[in-house]
């Protein structure tokens, strides 16, 4: 399940949603790195067939994207044009 993926990667703390966890990891994705933020958006997302947290205008908030969505989300995207 994508919760799950997002425990193991980040370890929220016990007074945080992994919701909350999600949104705040979100938000710190970038396209240009490998780091554990992506790989686990991107893992979730493709196998998931899902974009974002509630949907795929959330990857909007993100600053690094630039109003972009993540290539995972793609398939995603195709769908709902």
């Not at 966890?21 to 493709?46: F, G, H, P």
């Not at 509630?54 to 995603?76: F, I, K, M, T």
């Amino acid at each position: 399940m994508m919760e799950d993926k997002f425990r193991e990667v980040f370890q929220p703390n016990a007074d945080e949603s992994i919701e909350t966890v999600m949104v705040k990891a979100l938000l710190q994705y970038d396209e240009t790195t490998k780091i554990s933020i992506k790989i686990a958006w991107d893992d979730a997302q493709r196998k998931f067939e899902c974009c974002g947290v509630e949907s795929p205008e959330d990857w909007l908030y993100n600053a690094n994207l630039h109003g972009q969505y993540p290539r995972s989300c793609c398939r995603v995207n195709r769908e709902r044009d």
